[in-house]
T-cell receptor, first 113, second 112 residues
């Protein structure tokens, strides 16, 4: 059972555009939702995270929008740059942390110059 | 370097051999996690330590896998009698408290 569904699988955006990646979760016990960025051959790097008591969180060019009733959340990358080209993973976790993160399958993002 | 470190970065072994990986978490992080990542997939949780206690194991962690964190600092993951299906990236992450896991660079395992 895939508990976090991520879309699209791949995404091509022009430089300066907005990149949008969506995730839906099934486990209502999740109460922490991070996004990770991964470059080839590297480990995932924590980008931004949100708790369900807020509907939006912004850090620089990265924004998470969260819809608790729909069990959906999304990552928006504003003014996308070629250096943002990477694979992005959303994840969910129970706040107690004992079960680890449940990741989506990832989105391969390409920013065209 | 104050990040999570893993050793070795790459390991090639023959089927049936045993392998051991090491993870050094961020200093003073009390929680340590192991994940496995195959090509084109997100990381999958394997096991979790709080200090030296192993508190959770995924059903993905078969009897051939064992993990330790003897002094609550570094951790080792051993795979016995490796199989070709074990080929993957093995990732370690650490956190201070329940939230905010920071990952290491991973160990790429290839089983021939």
């Amino acid at each position: 059972q895939q508990q976090v569904k991520q879309s699209p699988q791949s995404l091509i955006v022009q430089k300066g555009g907005i990149s949008i990646i969506n995730c839906a979760y099934e486990n209502t016990a999740f109460d922490y939702f991070p996004w990770y960025q991964q470059f080839p051959g590297k480990g995932p790097a924590l980008l931004i995270a949100i708790r369900p008591d807020v509907s939006e969180k912004k850090e620089g060019r990265f924004t998470i929008s969260f819809n608790k009733s729909a069990k959906q959340f999304s990552l928006h990358i504003m003014d996308s740059q070629p250096g943002d080209s990477a694979t992005y993973f959303c994840a969910g976790q129970w706040g107690g942390g004992a079960d680890g993160l449940t990741f989506g399958k990832g989105t391969h993002l390409i920013i065209q110059p | 370097d104050t990040g999570v470190s893993q050793d070795p970065r790459h390991k090639i072994t023959k089927r049936g051999q045993n392998v051991t990986f090491r993870c050094d978490p961020i200093s003073e992080h009390n929680r340590l996690y192991w994940y496995r990542q195959t090509l084109g997939q997100g990381p999958e949780f394997l096991t979790y330590f709080q200090n030296e206690a192993q508190l959770e194991k995924s059903r993905l962690l078969s009897d051939r896998f064992s993990a330790e964190r003897p002094k609550g600092s570094f951790s080792t993951l051993e795979i016995q009698r490796t199989e070709q299906g074990d080929s993957a990236m093995y990732l370690c992450a650490s956190s201070l408290g329940a939230l905010g896991q920071f990952f290491g660079p991973g160990t790429r395992l290839t089983v021939l």
